[in-house]
C-alpha cells in the first residue's frame, strides 16, 4: 500500500459547479436529517462565469485530519451536514492508482486518509445567492472525482443533497427537477436534468442584489417552522406543486414563456405567503422586492403578455428572467430609472456579469442612466436612487466540470495547504 504516513505526495482534483434558482420552490422538509423534501422543486442553473464555486480537495499520508478553508480562512468541518457528505463520498470510493507517481490507494485506505478542501465562491457568501448549493454540490462533485467514485450525476445529487437540499440541483445545468421521491432513507429523493442550458438560450437573467442589513431567518429553521405551523403549506405540497411541476415541465419542454413566467411568479408568490402563513411569520421580501413586483406586473400587463418572470428565494434579492435579449435591455432601463446608482458609484460595480446587455440598454456611463425616462406604463414611479446594492446580468448555464489545468487549483502541489 502506497498511502503510509511517511510519504510525502499530495493527490487533488478541482472543479467548478454553479449556483441554482428554483422556479418551483422547495420549502418544507419530511426528514430533517436526510434532508428529503415535501414537494418535487424545479430550478435553472446559473452561468458559472458569473456565479459559482470553485474547490480544490486533496489526500496525502502527511494529512492528519479533514479540514475546509472555505474564501480563505479556515472554518469548521465538524458540522453534520459536511460530515455526511464526507461520510457517503468515502463509502462509494474505489481503487485509485496513478503509475507514474506511483500512488496507489485503496478502497480501505481511503477511509483512513484525511482530506483538504480549499473552497472559494466568486459571489458573496451567504448573501441569499444561494451559496451553500454551489459550495456542498461543489464539495461532493469534487470528492467524488478524487477518490473515484463511480456514480451517476443523480446518485451523487443524493449526497449533495445531504450538504442542502438546493445543493442536489446544482450537479446539472439547464433545467432540472428534484424528485423528492418516496423512501424513507432516500435513495429515490434525487436530481434529474430536464433540458440543457442550449435548450433555452433565449433567455436572459438579471438579478437584483437588494440592499439589507436585516438578518434573515435561515432556510432550514424558516421551513421548519412553517411544516410545523402553516396550514397553507399543506394544501400546496399535496395539491398547487404537483399540478404545477407537470405543466412546468411542459413549458421548459416547449419553450413557452407566457406559461414558465406565469407558473414561476405564482409559485414564488406563493412561497412567500407560506412564509407569512408561518408562526411567527417570516418577512424575507421587502419593499425594495415589493417595487420590483409591482414593476414587472405593470409591464407583463401593459404588453398584454409577460415579458418578464420574477422569483424571490429566502431573501429579498430579485431574480428576472427576460424572454430574450431585447427584453432584458428594456428590463435593465425600467431597473436602472427606478433603482439608480449612488452618485459616488462606478458603473462597472453596479451592473456586472455580462456586460453586453447594459450596451443593449444604450448604457455607457452614469449620465446615461440619470437620462434614462420613466417607461410609459409608469410613468409617476419614483427613483429609489441606493435601494439596489448591483445588478448581476446572466442566463442559464452548464453543470459542474473539473478544472484538468494545475494552474486553476486552489492547493498547493507541495505542502498541501491553500496557495
Ligand atoms: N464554497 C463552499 N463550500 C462549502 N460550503 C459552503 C460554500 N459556500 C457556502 N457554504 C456553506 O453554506 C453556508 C451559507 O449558506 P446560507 O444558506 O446561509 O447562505 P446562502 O446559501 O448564500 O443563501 P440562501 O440560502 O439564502 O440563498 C456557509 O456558511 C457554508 O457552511
Ligand atoms: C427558498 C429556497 O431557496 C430554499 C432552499 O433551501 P436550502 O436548500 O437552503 O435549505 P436546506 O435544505 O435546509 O439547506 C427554495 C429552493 O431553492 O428551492
Avoid at 462533485?141 to 445529487?157: G, Y
Avoid at 413586483?293 to 430579485?318: L, M
Avoid at 443593449?360 to 417607461?375: M, N, S, T, V, Y
Wanted: aromatic fraction near 6%; glycine fraction near 6%; charged fraction near 25%.
Amino acid at each position: 500500500m502506497a498511502a503510509e504516513s511517511g510519504e510525502k505526495w499530495v493527490l487533488s482534483v478541482t472543479a467548478q459547479t454553479p449556483t441554482n434558482i428554483a422556479v418551483i420552490k422547495y420549502w418544507g422538509k419530511r426528514d430533517e436529517e436526510l434532508i428529503l423534501p415535501i414537494n418535487d422543486s424545479i430550478s435553472v442553473t446559473l452561468d458559472p462565469g458569473h456565479l459559482c464555486t470553485t474547490t480544490s480537495v486533496a489526500v496525502s499520508p502527511a494529512f492528519t485530519h479533514d479540514r475546509i478553508w472555505l474564501n480563505g480562512k479556515e472554518v469548521s468541518l465538524s458540522g453534520g451536514r459536511f460530515q455526511n457528505c464526507l461520510r457517503e463520498i468515502r463509502s462509494r470510493a474505489t481503487d485509485y492508482e496513478d503509475e507514474k507517481r506511483g500512488i496507489m490507494i485503496t478502497k480501505k485506505d481511503w477511509e483512513k486518509l484525511r482530506v483538504h478542501i480549499v473552497s472559494y465562491n466568486n459571489f458573496p457568501t451567504a448573501a441569499g445567492l444561494a451559496s451553500s448549493a454551489a459550495g456542498l454540490a461543489c464539495l461532493v462533485f469534487s470528492l467524488a472525482k478524487l477518490m473515484n467514485v463511480k456514480e451517476d450525476h443523480s446518485q451523487l445529487s443524493a449526497i449533495a443533497r445531504q450538504g442542502s437540499g438546493s445543493a442536489c440541483r446544482s450537479l446539472y445545468g439547464g433545467f432540472v427537477k428534484w424528485i423528492m421521491g418516496k423512501e424513507d432513507n432516500g435513495s429515490d429523493s434525487i436530481a434529474v436534468q430536464l433540458a440543457d442550458e442550449n435548450h433555452w438560450d433565449d433567455l436572459v437573467i438579471i438579478i437584483a442584489v437588494v440592499s439589507s442589513k436585516q438578518k434573515e431567518t435561515s432556510s432550514t429553521s424558516g421551513m421548519r417552522d412553517t411544516v410545523e405551523t402553516s396550514e397553507l403549506i399543506k394544501h400546496r405540497a399535496k395539491e398547487v406543486v404537483p399540478k404545477r411541476i407537470k405543466e412546468m415541465e411542459a413549458a421548459i419542454a416547449k419553450r413557452d414563456f407566457p406559461s414558465f413566467a406565469r407558473l414561476a411568479c405564482a409559485d414564488s408568490n406563493q412561497f412567500h405567503a407560506v412564509c407569512l402563513d408561518t408562526l411567527p411569520p417570516i418577512f424575507y421580501m421587502n419593499d425594495t422586492s415589493h417595487r420590483i413586483i409591482s414593476c414587472v406586473e405593470k409591464w407583463n400587463r401593459h404588453e398584454g403578455s409577460p415579458q418578464v418572470a420574477y422569483t424571490f428565494d429566502a431573501g429579498p434579492n430579485a431574480v428576472l428572467i427576460s424572454k430574450d435579449r431585447k427584453t432584458a435591455a428594456l428590463l435593465l432601463q425600467r431597473l436602472l430609472f427606478q433603482f439608480p446608482p449612488q452618485s459616488d458609484a462606478d458603473l462597472n460595480s453596479y451592473v456586472i456579469g455580462d456586460k453586453t446587455i447594459l450596451k443593449d440598454a444604450g448604457i455607457e456611463d452614469l449620465k446615461d442612466i440619470e437620462a434614462l425616462a420613466p417607461p410609459t406604463e409608469n410613468a409617476s414611479v419614483q427613483r429609489c436612487r441606493g435601494d439596489v446594492s448591483y445588478f448581476i446580468c446572466t442566463k442559464p448555464g452548464r453543470g459542474p466540470i473539473v478544472l484538468a489545468d494545475e494552474s486553476q487549483s486552489l492547493i498547493n502541489p507541495e505542502t498541501g495547504l491553500p496557495k
